[in-house]
């Protein structure tokens, strides 16, 4: 159903005149417009990148309509609606359904460290609820909580529930799981880092965190791969991971936004209790991108 580069796109913010910390409509429209002239393929909105566990409902929900409009069917809208509050990422998710998203990205309950069988039931409460494309998010190292792979092949049992965005980084663990579930149930790596052996493995495209600052790149591993011309994909994977290695060496998404910050593409703002890159790191990470020269991507 999604192939190719999904970007998982961060929310700009700027502080008002008030002090308030407010998304910044302006510059998150330009970055939209920014990433379809680069070729993506998809956008995630409202995801782990885009700080959602910081934004108010009103807020999460306004900024899926806003992106869905703006988006206009140039690309796949994908909008992460997921919770630890089962209810509330039904609410969410049927919100994405009305604003017209083609999918809803639904992480794992965080914090509550339910049992697969309470997994089970998370999952099949929002598929019956609000029938819409499901992609599973699965990110053990942030949620303490894990979809195994025989949980994973009974969700793929789910008619709208059409694939799985894996930031396990496990290979072992995705052959598992493609193995466990219906051949056309669809893998998406979310980690950048194995982006060209996930895809290798029988994944179809990643959603990325790095493609907010290099989409052509990672489209050309993507895409390269999608045509079996490894070694052209191989050459842009190796271009990225100097990139993919800095962009992780803080919680994501604080160094992708100091990268966008540098480029000029918003102010240097995220929410508490996330601060802005600074000291040693962001210094590094300036001068991997001075390196790089970005402006013209990496090949």
Known sequence: MFHGVMTALVTPFRISESGRCEIDEERFLALI????????????????????????????KHLIELSVRHINGRVATIAGTGSNN???????????KEAGADAALVITPYYNKPTQQGLIAHYQQIHDAVHIPIILYNVPGRTQCDLLPETVATLAELPNVVGIKDATGDMGRLTATINACRDDFEFYSGDDASVLPFMAAGGRGVISVVSNIAPRTMGM???????????AARQAYRALQPLSDILF??????????????????????RLPLMAM???????????????KLEDELL
């Not at 920014?34 to 393929?41: E, L, P, S, T, W």
């Open 221 to 231: 591993v993507t895409h390269h791969m999608a045509d079996g011309n490894l070694a």
């Open 86 to 96: 089962t209810a509330e990422s039904i609410e969410l998710t049927r919100s994405a």
């Open 33 to 60: 417009d920014r990433q379809i002239a680069a070729g993506v393929d998809g956008l995630v909105i409202a995801g782990t990148t885009g700080e959602a566990a910081t934004l108010s409902m009103a807020e999460h």
């Open 249 to 270: 060496c803080q919680a994501n998404p604080i160094p992708v936004k100091a990268a966008c910050h540098a480029l000029g593409w918003m102010d240097h703002v995220l």
């Open 278 to 292: 600074s000291g040693e790191p962001y210094e590094r990470l300036i001068t991997l991108m001075r390196k790089l």
